[in-house]
């Protein structure tokens, strides 16, 4: 038998409605702030990729699902969303009339990471950006619409952490004093940090090695080398975050895996989940435009891992029920062959809607209704063919009531619409 690929993932049915309602709550909630969707392509030219995220980030570094196209064209499945989203912005000149725009997008995005629980080869995430607005309302902003959507899901247990990045005024001091402090305890890094040092220091506190993280618990704060803009940035997405009664962590180690970002990052941490903490993440970027050969438009935006979410969520919450609204139990050719015109009628007039194809005792239909959970259940057979009067049992209270023959379809729409 073939099995799905390692990491990858089937969402059942009984899975799916839950993530159907999450994914209407979020959608909901992006739009009620202003947000369009836009569906942007799981596969892209690589350098797309590796000129945002960065050549030394672990998703550039090993986790990208890259190939070459019969042509010899370097394409990759994409591992996050945001690059996608502002090549879109850019290409179709989405500034052009006005710079600032609210996108979001759900869907799968592709990174071959060690597969664990909570962490897939193929996930899904819901993404949010918001471009051509530099001022910290908005950070703010999105932070509030993540606590939102966790509490209106019914996940407590959530702990928004918020850092700032500085920005290309500030942060050339600070890598300087923290290549420094790495040099002396180069002893105690992995490989990957030992490499990394140089090229992108930032990163190394991001490591998520035992090891590395002793290490760098002395490290410089970028917190203390804020310029007097980004010190001011922070502090009032902190003060906005506080007066909407918003619980939140300044945590000066949380760098984010990916370069793109300046000034405020975020991370949504639970724990629920053991070593997968991260439910949603996100910061500003306010060079990226530019770097992708856009207008210098600022820009900011989060990433909700739907998996991990879907996952939590299922704890407090079950399923709604997905159970048809009636059944029909049908005795006889005759009996079947209306049953079937019934059946037809009732789900195209929006009443969910199931029968037995086969011939099968009326017991075992039953059975069958019942596993399914139906609401309802139309018993029709030769003697109510006879006496033009079926019967509709409730299958929750139990009650029967009779149903004329040749009104079937429009009583059940009445009755059950
Ligand atoms: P990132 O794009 O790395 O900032 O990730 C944003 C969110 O996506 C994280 O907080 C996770 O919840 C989720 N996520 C990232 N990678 C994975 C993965 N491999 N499997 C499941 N969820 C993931």
Redesign the pocket.
Known sequence: MIQLIRGFKDILPGEVELWQWIEQCAAGLLEDFGFSQIRIPIMEKTELFARSIGEDTD?VEKEMYTFADRKGQLLTLRP?ATASIVRAYIQHKLYATDPVRRLYTIGP?F?R?RPQK????Q?Y?IDAEIFGVAEPYVDAELIVILATLCDRLGVSDITAKVNSLGCPECRPAFRQALTAFLDRVAGDLCGDCLRRRRRNPLRVLDCKVPGCRQAVAGAPSLADSLCDDCRRHFDTVCDLLAGRGIAFQADKNLV???DYYTRTAF??QTGALGA?S?????GRYDGLVKALGGPQVPAIGF???F???AEIVARVRKPPLAGPKVFIAALGTRARDLAFQWHLDLALAGITSAMEHGQKSLKSQMKRADRLDAAFVLIVGDSELESGRLILRNMETKEQEEIELDRVTQSLVRKLK
């Open positions: 998703i996050e995005m990174r990471e909570g962490r897939y080869r996930f995430q984010r895996g990916l991370e949504l997968q991260a439910v949603a993440g996100g990433a909700i891992g998996d991990r979410l």
